[in-house]
Structure formats: C-alpha cells, structure tokens
C-alpha cells in the first residue's frame, strides 16, 4: 500500500493537487478525526501513567511507565502542532473547522479529566469498613509438602489432617475420627463444586498433583462417597481442561486426565467449563429456567459498581446447580443449599494488573466478563466482595503454593522458568485472611529471593502498604464482606496459624514413632535447627524447643495407616 501511495504522489499533477486541498479544505472531518485519536491516544496513556505512579515520582523510571511518557508526550507533542496548523494558515482554512477542532479537543480533555476524578472517587472516597479486632480466623500450613505417589498427594493428606486435628473436619459422619465428625464439610451425597484456575498452561494453573490429592480424599468418606465432584472454571473464553504443559511432575498431565482417571475407577466426577456459558443470560430455575448460563443482577452494585453474576448449569449426571442457591429439585421445586460444597483452589501468583491473584482474585473464574457486568475493572472497587457476599463464599478455600510466580509486573500466566518452587499448602475458610498472610509471609519472601527489592514491590504486592495496588482492592472486598455481616479480616497479626509438624518419618500421621524422635531433635530456644528436626518446628522459628512440644501434642494424630 506504501508503494502505490508514494506511485500515485509521483503522477499528481497541480490540478489534482488543488482539488485535493480544496476537498479536504470543504470537508475537514478526516484530519479531525485523526486529530482526536491522536489526542485520546496521549490523554489515555497520560491518564494510566497518573494512575499507576500516585504520589510517587520514582515509579515514573519503571519500563511501562517510561513507555506510556513517552506515548503521552509523542502524542500530545503531535495533537497540539496539528492543532496550531489554522492559524499557521488562516487563509486557507475556515472558521468553523477551528472551532470544531478546538472544541472535539476540549471536550475529549474535560472527558478524560472527568473520568479519571471518577476513577478516584469509585476506588478511594467510599467508606472502606476497618476489620474488627477481635476476628482470628484459622489459617493452616504445610510446608515441605510431601509429594505425589500413585493416586494420592502427601501434602494434601497432611493439610487436611492438620485441620481436622483443630476440628475442622473434611468429613460429616456420626463416626469420629481425626478427620471425620458430625460437623465436617462433606457429606456422603453432595455435591462437591472444586473451583481451580483452568485458565494458563504451565505454572499458570492449580497444580494437578494437588487436585489428584483432593479428589482422592473427598471420594475416601469413610461411609462410602455416593455424591458427584465437579471441577470448574470460567476461563473467560481462555480456559481448558486440557493444557498439553500442565503444573504438575508430570507436565503431561492435564485436570482432564486426573478427572478421567476417576471417572474409570466409576466416580462421578467431571469437569465443567462455564466459558461456554458465559455469554447466555438466564433466570433462575424457581423462575422455570432450566438453561445453562449465567444469572446477572439487574442493576450496579452501589458501592463498587459490578453487576454481580453467577453460573446456573446441569453436571454430566442430571444435577441442577445454581452456584448462588445449591442443588435445585424438580420433584420438589426447591434449592438445597447444604448439598452443595464449593472447595476454591487458586494457584498463587504475581498478577501485572491487580498485583496478587490468589483466593479473592480466583473468583473471576466464577463470575462473567460478559453481559455487561464490569467484573474485571470491578475488581478495584472490590467487586467480588460485592460477589462473596451476595452469591456464596467458599466453604473452603486451599491456597496452591507448591509452585508461585512471584515476579512484581508479572503475570497471571507463569511459565515453568519464571515460577519459584515453595512446596506450601494453605487453607482458610477466610479468603482475606488468607491472601494477606499468604502474601506477607510466603510471596514478599520469594519476590525478595528472586532478587527484587522493595522499590519493585512497595506499591504493588506489598501488605503493609495500604495504598498499594493489593490492598486496595483486598480492603474494599473486605469492607464488601463486613458490610455484609461477613467476619473476616485484613490484619495478618490477628489469624491463627497451625502448622503441620511432628511427622519426623514423612508417613502422614503423627504418632509415637514420631514422638520418640523428638527428644534428640530439641535444641532449646534460639539455637538454630533446620535438618530433618526441622518437621518439628511448629512455630517456624528455626529451633526446636518446648514450645514446639507443645505443638507435638496438638498435632499428635495416632498411627492411621
């Protein structure tokens, strides 16, 4: 096209030349319009780079915002010579083109301006709620994660046993058991909803060791599983089951294999993509709806501005979920809102818009992009909160941390040679909590391994910089949830941490072979133990003193297999 263009300038000749002038002279729209787009080009990249630099000039000598200067002032730089060419030439041009140009200018700048001071206001001028001091909810570590065998996941085994140790049971049974009781989460017949981040190949995605693990544990109810587990995800149009390089030992192998494996042992268990729903608006089934789709709610969130949504759908084995109201009955007409237990497992990692993506961030796969919704720019204004508290929050949330991106203005995709190995489990029934722990005392950590210093992570990942990126949008979910009635909290200080520790010989349970170990493994307070003996740290402090004793004692399981 360059080449007929430069072609057609050789043969011009005065004459069509001068009509040439006297056309665009006639009809000014054409360079107006590219005046405009010039202009709104400079003014967005202007914008984004007040946005994201604040009140701290030094951001201003990061990559992408020396990048989005210099497209600001090369495009401004150009909008205003342009713009100065009238009156270069008056007589050549009209009167009513100036005033045209001049005021499509204008009107783009005070637009530009408005929508920013709007910005300000959605995410900084409403009320944020403060956490109560007295909400401690139970955070629960496994490091040094033993790993995969044949069809079960150490780590996961031992992260379930600690909770149920501290009588958070995974299965409801009139039987007890160091991980079975009446109050526990699973029954025999419900509907386990196993919500991962299907969306990234490599280290992008939950780790499918770690679901391998979980599904074996919820299928082994002592009294018999005769329930149905969906894996899901909305990879916004992105997502698959079937990542030929997948985050696992094994990068072969995908949640669809793991999913197959127990549907041929005779499971019902499935995986669902709600991308392929995502763009249907529907009504709820007590509305005589049964089609697949989403549920959007009518009007904004007042506060944050989403319109709050969720996925209604039918599993492969003739069940109606609505992810808002549980398992619907035909016979009945009627929601059963205990038979459904939703289990988030959210891979943790670095994210270049939001900083973090973890528990709260992992939701986006729940909700619809579509439809009007504004879901991913809600996420500043803390639009899931306005989601957990008026859908569902998870009953249990398990943070995947066996691989982490933790790179300050990468991500959520992770390839295999930009993720940090950490070999931690977390779980939390707090997905505030969590995520702020998570990120103080396991990200903050690898980010600085990885060389970064605080420069790179002071206004974005860091939790004890509320005017950072991730904890403003983590304070006003918060403050979303608390207005709800939700405890939860944003002070790392106030969660109760249990970690697993005792299991000297690595065989899942804490018993008296463990015990009688632990004698030539103290070393008092302060005096540094990290070898083996370090399983039995329970307070993470490097020794081995009476305190973690102590932690023996609460951790002690009995032999179990």
């Known amino acids: 096209m360059t080449r007929q263009f430069e072609t057609g300038c050789e043969t011009h000749n005065h004459q069509a030349a001068s009509r040439s002038i006297g056309r665009h002279a006639r009809n000014p729209i054409g360079k107006i319009g590219r005046q405009v787009a010039i202009l709104s080009g400079g003014l967005l990249a202007l914008v984004w780079l007040i946005w994201r630099s604040g009140e701290k000039p030094s951001r201003l000598s990061y990559p992408c915002q020396r990048a989005a200067l210099g497209a600001a002032s090369s495009s401004l730089g150009v909008a205003a010579a342009i713009s100065s060419l009238p009156f270069l030439g008056k007589h050549r041009l009209r009167r009513h083109r100036r005033l045209a140009v001049t005021t499509l200018m204008t009107v783009l700048a005070c637009a530009a301006l408005a929508s920013f001071a709007m910005l300000g206001r959605t995410s900084s001028d409403n009320v944020i709620l403060l956490a109560p001091p007295d909400v401690s909810p139970d955070i629960f570590l496994v490091s040094q994660t033993r790993g995969p065998t044949i069809d079960r996941f150490g780590g996961v085994d031992d992260l379930l046993t600690l909770m149920g140790t501290r009588g958070a049971k995974l299965y409801r049974s009139p039987a007890q058991s160091v991980t079975a009781g009446p109050d526990g989460l699973i029954d025999i017949d419900d509907t386990v909803l196993i919500k991962i981040n299907a969306q990234w190949p490599e280290r992008g995605g939950t780790n499918t060791d770690v679901l391998r693990g979980l599904l074996r544990c919820i299928v082994d109810h002592p009294d018999g599983f005769a329930g149905e587990v969906i894996v899901a995800d909305n990879g916004q149009g992105r997502g698959s089951f079937n990542w030929p390089q997948s985050n696992a030992e094994d990068p072969n192998q995908s949640t669809q294999d793991v999913v197959d494996d127990f549907a041929l042992e005779g499971w019902s268990v499935a995986t669902r993509a709600w991308d392929a729903i995502n763009t249907t608006s529907v009504g709820e089934y007590s509305n005589g709806d049964l089609t697949d789709g989403y549920?959007?709610?009518?009007?904004?969130?007042?506060?944050?501005?989403?319109?709050?949504?969720?996925?209604?759908?039918?599993?492969?084995?003739?069940?109606?979920?609505?992810?808002?109201?549980?398992?619907?009955?035909?016979?009945?007409?009627?929601?059963?809102?205990?038979?459904?237990?939703?289990?988030?497992?959210?891979?943790?990692?670095?994210?270049?818009?939001?900083?973090?993506?973890?528990?709260?961030?992992?939701?986006?796969?729940?909700?619809?992009?579509?439809?009007?919704?504004?879901?991913?720019?809600?996420?500043?204004?803390?639009?899931?909160?306005?989601?957990?508290?008026?859908?569902?929050?998870?009953?249990?949330?398990?943070?995947?941390?066996?691989?982490?991106?933790?790179?300050?203005?990468?991500g959520p995709s992770a390839s295999y040679a930009q993720a940090s190995r950490r070999d931690q489990l977390l779980a939390s029934v707090d997905p505030i909590a969590l995520d702020v722990w998570a990120t103080k005392y396991v990200m903050i950590p690898q980010i600085i391994d990885n060389g970064f210093s605080v420069d790179y992570y002071d206004d974005t990942q860091n939790p004890d910089n509320p005017q950072g990126v991730f904890r403003r949008y983590l304070d006003r979910t918060m403050s979303e949830l608390l207005a709800a009635g939700v405890p939860c909290t944003n002070n790392y200080n106030t969660v109760r941490l249990h970690v697993w520790a005792g299991d000297y010989n690595l065989d899942g349970d804490v018993d008296l072979v463990d015990q009688a170990s632990m004698p030539m493994c103290l070393s008092g307070p302060d005096v540094r133990r990290v070898d083996e003996c370090g399983r039995f740290d329970g307070d993470r402090d490097d020794d081995i003193d009476l305190r973690d004793v102590f932690t023996l004692q609460q951790t002690f399981t009995g032999s179990r297999f």
């Not at 961030?361 to 008026?390: C, F, P, Q, Y």
Request: hydrophobic share 40%; with cysteine.
């Open 295 to 410: 549920v959007v709610t009518e009007q904004p969130d007042a506060e944050t501005g989403i319109r709050v949504s969720y996925p209604k759908f039918r599993t492969p084995f003739g069940t109606y979920v609505s992810y808002k109201y549980g398992v619907w009955s035909l016979r009945d007409a009627s929601y059963n809102a205990n038979r459904l237990v939703v289990i988030n497992v959210p891979v943790f990692k670095t994210h270049s818009i939001y900083s973090i993506t973890a528990s709260v961030k992992n939701h986006m796969g729940v909700v619809t992009r579509n439809l009007a919704t504004d879901s991913h720019n809600a996420v500043a204004r803390g639009g899931l909160g306005s989601v957990l508290a008026e859908v569902r929050r998870p009953d249990l949330t398990i943070l995947d941390c066996i691989w982490i991106l933790a790179r300050p203005s990468q």
